[in-house]
């Protein structure tokens, strides 16, 4: 059974810290890494990571995939107070025909 | 990025009826169209993944006759939950993905309430 481990599960630190979300994950048949930030309704895309030690980037936000240890971060730097969230990572095991796997997410809160 | 919507965003019923939810994407063809749900304070949980023109796959755990799923376009698939309970009360998203993407664009969900 595919498994996706996040922590820590929940974190509150002030405004224009950066925070290391961590995703670590055993399943079968990898094929991609997905992070998405989940507000008051549905989850928006954030990243999908496929390959080893290439870093995405947008904004304040960057995430990178170790395929060798299995597990993926996610930075936030200099965090503003919409930032808090739940980020959710989710691992794609069987292509675009499968469902994916989500961890339980990180719930963030960023104190002004 | 690609759009998907969903149709209601709130529903309450009563014990019994059946319910309808709607999922559409608005700006590509979703070849692939999948359920989840999601509980209080819970991460998503896949229940089914929709295929359009042929049967739903359900997740293990899931009533096919009691979730039924149709996806009869490649822009629309729709959840029925028949005979609702209140232990059916949840939030339901549906996500979309088009032919060749990994990626999966999520509707804004359907918060489902049964009395």
């Known amino acids: 059974e595919d498994k996706v481990v996040q922590s820590p599960l929940s974190l509150v630190v002030h405004e224009g810290d950066t925070v290391t979300l961590n995703c670590s994950y055993e399943?079968?048949?990898?094929?991609?890494l997905l992070w998405y930030k989940q507000e008051k309704k549905a989850p928006t895309f954030l990243f999908m990571l496929t390959s080893s030690g290439i870093e995405k980037k947008s904004g304040r936000l960057s995430s990178i995939l170790d395929k060798k240890e299995l597990f993926s971060i996610l930075n936030i730097t200099a965090t503003q107070t919409g930032d808090s969230a739940i980020y959710l990572c989710?691992?794609?095991?069987?292509?675009?025909?499968?469902?994916?796997?989500f961890g339980k997410g990180t719930h963030l809160i960023i104190q002004p | 990025g690609a759009v998907v919507s969903q149709h209601p965003s709130w529903v309450i019923c009563k014990s019994g009826t059946s319910v309808k939810i709607e999922c559409r994407s608005l700006d590509f063809q979703a070849t692939t169209m999948f359920w989840y749900r999601q509980f209080p304070k819970q991460s998503l949980m896949l229940m089914a993944t929709?295929?359009?023109?042929?049967?739903?796959?359900?997740e293990q755990g899931v009533e096919k006759d009691k979730f039924l799923i149709n996806h009869a376009s490649l822009t629309l698939s729709t959840l029925t939950v028949t005979s609702a309970h209140p232990e059916d009360s949840s939030f339901y998203i549906c996500s979309a993905t088009s032919t060749s993407s990994d990626t999966q664009y999520f509707g804004p969900g359907t918060r489902l309430t049964v009395l």
């Open positions: 929709s295929n359009e023109g042929s049967k739903a796959t359900y």
């Open positions: 989710a691992v794609c095991s069987g292509g675009g025909a499968d469902g994916l796997t």
């Open positions: 399943v079968t048949n990898f094929r991609s």
